[in-house]
């Protein structure tokens, strides 16, 4: 079984650029989360995705949104990149419901210039 | 506000040389307290979930435990390949149905042969 596939799996952009990036989950999941991993941070909840809708968001700004496909594959944008964007942004997917394991993929890591 | 604090930082073991992690936790009403593992350049990878004061879970080499207001993850007889940044993370009770998690920062553990 093929496990959560995220591209690009590396990302160089400039500041003010903007970026979008992909996840497919484990077949027949249906949750996909989305995380930011800093070194000093750690991992920082951004959204969770649910049958095409959001089902919870973290405190992030405006500037970064997502959005999931019937098929529950999702995608995240980030617009107006700033330098402190540069991360690595994490795509996690489970079954359903809350309260369960998440499978992670290896994460697209983000440098802004 | 909720709040993961994992300790120590980081930690360095020799082969054989058991030891513990510790995960303090600060959260509204505890749903549930995860432990995952990161090699890096790789998302982090489930290991446990413990659900109430009191309980064990128990994987090969590594034991967690949870008590009201932390959990430990032991670890007996290391090996290298237990070399991993170790993650502690907890959903707290409130917010619906949801997989949010809320992850400390972690503890990067070296075991050396």
């Known amino acids: 079984k093929a496990g959560v596939t995220q591209t690009p799996r590396y990302l160089i952009k400039t500041r003010g650029q903007q970026v979008t990036l992909s996840c497919s989950p484990i077949?027949?999941?249906?949750?996909v989360s989305w995380y930011q991993q800093t070194p000093g941070q750690g991992l920082q909840f951004l959204f969770e995705?649910?049958?095409?809708?959001?089902?919870n968001k973290g405190n992030f700004p405006g500037r970064f949104s997502g959005r999931q496909f019937s098929n529950s594959r999702s995608e995240m944008n980030v617009s107006t990149l700033e330098l402190g964007d540069s991360a690595l942004y994490l795509c996690a997917s489970s079954l359903a419901g809350y309260n369960e394991k998440l499978f992670f993929g290896s994460g697209t890591q983000l440098s802004v210039l | 506000e909720d709040q993961v604090t994992q300790s120590p930082e980081a930690l360095r073991l020799q082969e054989g040389e058991s030891s513990s992690l510790n995960c303090s936790y600060t959260v509204s009403g505890l749903r549930g307290l995860f432990w995952y593992r990161q090699d890096p350049g790789k998302g982090p990878e489930f290991l446990f979930t413990?659900?109430?004061a009191g309980e064990e879970k128990e994987k090969e080499r590594l034991k967690a435990t949870l008590t009201k207001k932390e959990s430990f993850l032991h670890i007996t007889a290391p090996k290298p390949e237990d070399s991993a940044t170790y993650l502690c993370?907890?959903?707290?009770?409130?917010?619906?149905?949801?997989?949010?998690?809320?992850f400390g920062t972690g503890t990067l553990l070296a075991v050396q042969p």
């Open positions: 993370a907890v959903q707290p009770s409130y917010g619906g149905a949801t997989n949010k998690l809320i």
């Open positions: 413990l659900y109430s």
């Open positions: 077949s027949g999941h249906r949750s």
């Open positions: 995705y649910f049958s095409e809708t959001q089902r």
